[in-house]
T-cell receptor, first 113, second 109 residues
Framework: DGGITQSPKYLFRKEGQNVTLSCEQN?????MYWYRQDPGQGLRLIYY???????QKGDIAEGYSVSREKKESFPLTVTSAQKNPTAFYLC????????????FGPGTRLTVT | EDQVTQSPEALRLQEGESSSLNCSYT??????LFWYRQDPGKGPEFLFT???AGEEKEKERLKATLTKKESFLHITAPKPEDSATYLC??????????FGKGTRLSVIA
C-alpha cells in the first residue's frame, strides 16, 4: 500500500539537543511538506520541497532544517535554536499540479523538557 | 496576506441534526479551496477541492460549497463517526496552502 510514514510516533528530548524526525513516502510524489500543529491551532508550514535537492522556507522555518537528497525522504531536524519545539509535527506529500490535495503521515509528537 | 477564518471553533450536534461549518477567506488569486478531516492524534485526510464560486462537491453526508468570500461544509444527518476536526485551506497562485484553525465537531448519539 502506498503512503507516508513518520517515525517515531512519540519522541522525548532534553532541551538543548537537536532531534531529527523521519518522513518517507512511496507515492512517487515530487512535493513534500513539513507542518507544525499546536493545540487548537491550524497547520503552520515549516519547510517544503518541490523537487529533489531543493527546498523553501515556510512561515516558521527558524530553528528548523531539512534536506531532500532522495525523492522519497524529507527529514526534519529540530535544532536547539527552536524556542518552543514541543508540538505535533506532520509530514505531507502531493503530486505535481495538485499541491492542495496533500497526503499526510500519522505525525510525530515531540516533547522537549 | 492570505487569511483563512473558520467558525465556529467547536460545534456539538445531536445525531441526525444537520448543520454547516463556515470557512471565510481572503486571498489574491484563488487557485483552490480545500477541506480536510482530522481525527484526534492523526494526520489530516483530504476531502474536497473547490476551484470556483458556485462549485459544489458531495461525499456521503458532507457537501462543500464555495462563494467568492467563503465556503461552507454542510453536514446532513450526522452520525457519531463524523466527529472530527474539519480544516479548511486555501491556495493562491503558486503559493503553499494556508490553513484555518479548524472546527471541532462532536456528534452525540
Amino acid at each position: 500500500d502506498g503512503g507516508i510514514t513518520q517515525s517515531p510516533k512519540y519522541l522525548f528530548r532534553k532541551e538543548g539537543q537537536n532531534v531529527t524526525l523521519s518522513c518517507e513516502q512511496n507515492l512517487n510524489h515530487d512535493a513534500m511538506y513539513w507542518y507544525r500543529q499546536d493545540p487548537g491551532q491550524g497547520l503552520r508550514l515549516i519547510y517544503y520541497s518541490q523537487i529533489v535537492n531543493d527546498f523553501q522556507k515556510g512561515d516558521i522555518a527558524e530553528g528548523y532544517s531539512v534536506s531532500r537528497e532522495k525523492k522519497e525522504s524529507f527529514p526534519l531536524t529540530v535544532t536547539s535554536a527552536q524556542k518552543n519545539p514541543t508540538a505535533f509535527y506532520l509530514c505531507a506529500s502531493s503530486s505535481p499540479g495538485l499541491a492542495g490535495e496533500q497526503y499526510f503521515g500519522p505525525g510525530t509528537r515531540l516533547t522537549v523538557t | 496576506e492570505d487569511q483563512v477564518t473558520q467558525s465556529p471553533e467547536a460545534l456539538r450536534l445531536q445525531e441526525g441534526e444537520s448543520s454547516s461549518l463556515n470557512c471565510s477567506y481572503t486571498v489574491s488569486g484563488l487557485r483552490g479551496l480545500f477541506w480536510y478531516r482530522q481525527d484526534p492524534g492523526k494526520g489530516p485526510e483530504f476531502l474536497f477541492t473547490l476551484y470556483s464560486a458556485g462549485e459544489e462537491k458531495e461525499k456521503e453526508r458532507l457537501k462543500a460549497t464555495l462563494t467568492k468570500k467563503e465556503s461552507f461544509l454542510h453536514i446532513t444527518a450526522p452520525k457519531p463517526e463524523d466527529s472530527a476536526t474539519y480544516l479548511c485551506a486555501v491556495q493562491a497562485t503558486e503559493t503553499p496552502l494556508v490553513f484555518g484553525k479548524g472546527t471541532r465537531l462532536s456528534v452525540i448519539a
